[in-house]
């Protein structure tokens, strides 16, 4: 079941960058908006997407609570966050080469996000999901 789901939080996680893609090119491209604008447009829509994705295709929560979008938001931003100080410390501190830091980007938000999506943002629905599949089996 662990390597589905991982694979499930893969699939999501594509289909919400490339959202986020097309949805940004859209804004800038054919609305007018400015790149920065229409990125955060796109990345903030993006994270409707992924939040619904990653709630019910790959962890099975079908419910929502403030609470749960709370943490999946602040999940986002603290990503974001990681990122830009992976970007300073790599980039402006070390003086190595931007690429290096983009694919440990790339590798670290994935794990980290998986694993706190997993344990703290969809941890009280999986623990509700558990509870039913315990009541059904008896």
């Known amino acids: 079941m662990q390597l589905s789901r991982i694979i499930r939080?893969?699939?999501?996680?594509?289909?919400?960058?490339?959202?986020y893609l097309v949805l940004a090119n859209a804004f800038v491209a054919w609305i007018g908006m400015s790149p920065q604008w229409g990125?955060?447009?796109?990345?903030?829509?993006?994270?409707?997407?992924?939040?619904?994705?990653?709630?019910r295709f790959?962890?099975?929560v079908k419910q929502d609570s403030v609470g749960q979008m709370t943490r999946f938001a602040v999940t986002s931003i603290a990503g974001l966050g990681l990122?830009?100080?992976?970007?300073?410390?790599?980039v402006t501190?070390?003086?190595?080469?931007?690429?290096?830091?983009?694919?440990?980007?790339?590798?670290?938000?994935?794990?980290?996000?998986?694993?706190a999506f997993k344990g703290w943002v969809f941890a009280a629905g999986l623990r509700r999901l558990q509870r039913g599949n315990q009541h059904e089996e008896h």
């Open 39 to 55: 990125s955060v447009s796109a990345y903030l829509a993006s994270l409707t997407v992924s939040y619904l994705l990653q709630s």
């Open 9 to 19: 939080f893969g699939a999501a996680g594509l289909v919400a960058t490339l959202f």
């Open 93 to 115: 501190r070390l003086s190595w080469p931007y690429v290096v830091a983009t694919v440990l980007i790339c590798i670290l938000i994935p794990v980290a996000n998986y694993f």
């Open 83 to 90: 990122s830009w100080v992976v970007i300073h410390l790599i």
């Open 58 to 60: 790959t962890f099975g």
